[in-house]
């Protein structure tokens, strides 16, 4: 090789090792970009009552969706929702399509390997919904039953323990798994205590049959390492907390008071 060749491979190489501390340095956080970018970009579900849903007006609306809009209040930013589903939540907040996700998701020792969660915002369990004349009366009636389930969620693995024998029949969000039900695809629905109850709400051949089979703390999720974001999520939940705005929030979505104390910091 020429040594002028050489000479010039080894100033690019100088060039690039330089620049990288400086791109590095304009990267900015996710609270930062935000304030830049003056807009949230929050993820949250738009078929999941009460957590998050398109209401008659067309508008996204839901207990998720207010927490946010408090958020994005503390910012100081205007707020867009994005549209994610159980399966696509993670894989667009690791991409960047999304700052923070509020999308009823359980937080799991193993969603904890790839992005970071809030504190407990929500304490839930697992319901069955089934038709009243069906027979079932608990998880332990679902032996050899199609049960209807959302996929990617702990509700899959939840079921499979607590029933093994359960025929379970996957839908990317709970309205089609609703559906599925309704049109008697399906023998049983499973899922968040308070989502199954809002199904059954306005439909009366319908019922929650047995206990909640399991515990459900939600959290709100930024990505792995985000610890500014992370924390002014925590602080904003327990100003809500402490002020009785989140209290406020829960009645007006849940029709109770919360049964779980939030974890505050002095």
Known sequence: MKKGY???????????????????????????TIRERGKLLAGVKYATVPFGFVDKNNQVTGFDVDLVREIAKAIGVDVEFIRVTSPTRIPLLAGGNVDMVAA????????DKTIDFSITYYLGGQSILVRKDSGINGVQDLKGKT???QQGTTL?????????????????????????LK?????????????????AKGSPEFH???????????????????????????RV??????????????????????????ELWP
Request: glycine content about 8%; hydrophobic content about 45%; charged content about 20%.
């Open 183 to 199: 049109q008697g695809r399906a023998d049983a629905l499973t899922g968040s205590h308070h989502i199954m109850l809002g199904f």
């Open 237 to 262: 939940l327990q100003d809500l907390w402490k002020s009785g705005k989140y209290r406020e929030l829960y009645m007006k979505w849940f029709g109770t008071a919360p049964d779980f104390q939030m």
């Open 147 to 149: 049960v209807a389930v």
């Open 208 to 234: 929650l049959a047995g206990e909640r089979f399991s515990v459900e703390p939600f959290g709100m999720g930024v990505r792995q390492g985000d610890s500014d974001m992370r924390d002014l999520i925590n």
């Open 6 to 32: 050489i000479r010039w491979g080894v100033v690019i190489i100088v060039f690039i090792f330089l620049m990288v501390p400086v791109v590095t340095a304009f990267a900015g956080t996710t609270l930062e």
């Open 104 to 111: 009823s998701m359980t937080h799991t020792n193993k969603r």
């Open 156 to 180: 899959e693995k939840n079921l499979a323990k607590a029933c093994p024998e359960a025929k379970q029949l996957a839908f990317k969000d709970y309205s089609s798994a609703w559906l599925a």
